[in-house]
């Protein structure tokens, strides 16, 4: 069994209160020789502003670059509100994404059956529902060129940022799309805003190319990124793989992430590009909930995204979809024995805290 | 009473059919003489290039100009999938938006005690749902300079969009909303990426100046629209009122929409600024679906959304609350009557078309 280089960072908020439960996971695997890991662990985040004056240090940079995989706690919280934009904790995590090429980010939107109550929707409108959005990462207007803010006359300032995709972004986003929706339903929804964005138009036309191209076996639909958001309320479970740019991968994830019910459940993956001599991708796994500056130091967050990020990681990096089952079916478990956080508490259920749900979790494992 | 100079644009889709049930209402609202008008009507969007080749013709142009109030019914549609960009039906909905200026776009995003069972949402979380989305709707990503597609080499292609903001555009429309919700609940969500964004630096920054120069009576708080998008799912009857740019807007104003259950209900008014001689301000009034092509033709549209606009016209730009009140009320009532357009009905209601809608609205106004 091959020792995987796993580089931890826990970043700000209840990341560093996550990622204590995922420490407790690696040891456990270790223990029992499940999987072998040299672990590392850095700043990320307001965490390494307040230590070196950046978000990032070139040190953290350097051991990401060496990492087999990067888990990813959070970052951000109103304590940096007031610091300079380029050190803000977010370019920290954006800087990653970035110099990585992490441009493929896999958002499962899954609703476990014993939440589905937690949802804000109708039981029957979320029950069993499996949504993967696929939100290109690495472009538009998170990193368009210029992004500024100008001084003109009589104090008036004048505000730009860019949105800019080139074809083969679009391209390799689409192709993760449509290769996922095969080992699915077999369905792809492309979002974007034609009728009014360039960058909709070429997102458009190049994925209907790709498609027509590879993949006619999959079906596709393309919906206008509004009115798409408009369908994940009304009726979610018409989709499969949706994909869609970084700006609206944003919105439109946190939207169907918090239809499931299940927010502080969903784990999250970006991808690199599958290098040609080596077969290996750069892989960068994290919650999809944030720093949650409110009930951070409370011992209140939910862990359960957190271990699931490593679960993704051991299937999608380390090729131990075993161990990443035993996982899910560890956290699947704990649920059924009614252990809950704060987040996705209702009657009738045992609400523990994150140590508490740690130990549930390593219960389940052993037994 | 003043005659008032109304200009009617049907539209594409649906639009038709639904404003021929406002003319209806004008006709009835003539006859009892309760408001007079000079009602002018013209093309826009898909039925306009059509016949001129244009989204909106120069002579469309001149009569929105001159028109104290326009009604638009809705835009697009697949037939026009493939004619020149600058040509789409969506260019002559955005070109009058630019040209009269028209950068405050109220959407209500109300929920109707009879429909609370038509949302997707648990009753106990929409009903008496009562947001305002003030959308600012003459800048931003819709209408920012360069927006190309470039041919690079070897067919690859670049697309650009350029989301521009200048502090005078986010003053406007910050001001509108805190004048808003002191007339509501006296509380603004302003909703922007300031994390990613520089456009969302500055909009949260004048929000914030506009908020402490003018408005501390007024409470604010600042949300990322990521997050927002969550907060309308999972508790919505937080929001009173909800300021945001053009493209967080589009998206925000339509989650917002479909939380209600009715859709098909919600009318939506685009204000200009008051002019200091006259006290007037260029309006124009539209429901805030789309052109639904898939019904469109069917009979099966409701003109709720349409007959509302209008309503909002009486109140806004007419100066007659009263008869918009009298119409909102029959709205009500033929709801309380149990009818029900197809998009909103339930066990136990009435189905009736849209003509049928509109006789059951009738009856309601002259009883
Ligand atoms: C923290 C922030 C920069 C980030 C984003 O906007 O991408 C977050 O919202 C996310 O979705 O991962
Ligand atoms: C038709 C389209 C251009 C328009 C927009 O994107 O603004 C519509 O979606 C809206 O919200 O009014």
């Known amino acids: 069994m091959a020792t995987h280089k796993l580089l931890l960072l826990p970043g700000d908020g209840i990341g560093t209160e996550v990622m204590a ?3 407790r996971v690696l ?21 390494a502003y307040d230590q070196c004056g950046l978000p990032i240090s070139e040190e953290a940079m350097k051991r990401a670059f060496a990492a087999d995989a990067i888990l990813l706690g959070a970052v951000g919280g109103p304590k940096w509100a007031n610091v300079p934009y380029e050190a803000r904790p977010e370019a920290g995590l954006l800087r990653l994404r970035k110099d990585l090429q992490l441009f493929a980010n896999l958002r499962p939107a899954l609703c476990y059956p014993a939440l589905a109550d937690a949802s804000s929707l109708k039981r029957e409108l979320v029950e069993g529902l499996d949504i993967l959005i696929v939100r290109e990462l690495t472009g538009g207007v998170y990193f368009g060129e210029p992004k500024t803010i100008t001084d003109l006359a009589d104090g008036q300032k004048r505000a730009i940022d860019t949105q800019v995709y080139e074809s083969y972004e679009i391209e390799r986003i ?8 095969r080992t699915r339903r077999n369905k792809v929804v492309s979002a974007e805003k034609h009728n009014v964005m360039k960058s909709g138009v070429l997102w458009k036309q190049v994925v209907s ?10 079906s596709l639909e393309h919906q206008l990124a509004d009115s798409c958001a408009m369908q994940l309320v009304r009726a979610p479970k018409q989709f499969d793989v949706l994909v869609t740019d970084n700006l609206f991968g944003d919105i439109l994830s946190d939207v169907a992430a918090m239809l499931t019910g299940s927010l502080g459940m969903l784990p999250s993956a970006s991808l690199g590009a599958v290098e ?20 951070a130091g409370k011992g209140l967050a939910n862990p359960i995204a957190m271990i699931g990020s490593l679960a993704m990681a051991l299937r999608y990096s380390f090729g131990q979809g075993d161990v990443a ?20 508490k209702s009657e009738g259920t045992t609400v523990v805290g994150t140590d508490g749900m740690g130990d549930a979790l390593l219960a389940e494992l052993a037994a």
């Open 21 to 23: 439960q995922v420490k």
């Open 174 to 181: 689409a192709r993760v799309a449509f290769e996922l929706a």
């Open 325 to 344: 089952d035993r996982i899910e079916k560890a956290i699947a478990g704990v649920l059924a024995k009614g252990y809950r956080t704060n987040d996705i």
């Open 27 to 47: 040891a456990w695997l270790e223990e029992t020789g499940l999987a072998s890991f040299a672990v590392e662990e850095d700043l990320v985040g307001g965490a």
């Open 209 to 218: 190319e790709v498609h027509g191209a590879d993949y006619t076996d999959v």
């Open 276 to 295: 040609e001599l080596t077969g290996k991708r750069r892989a960068l796994y994290e919650p999809v909930h944030g720093a949650a500056p409110d009930i």
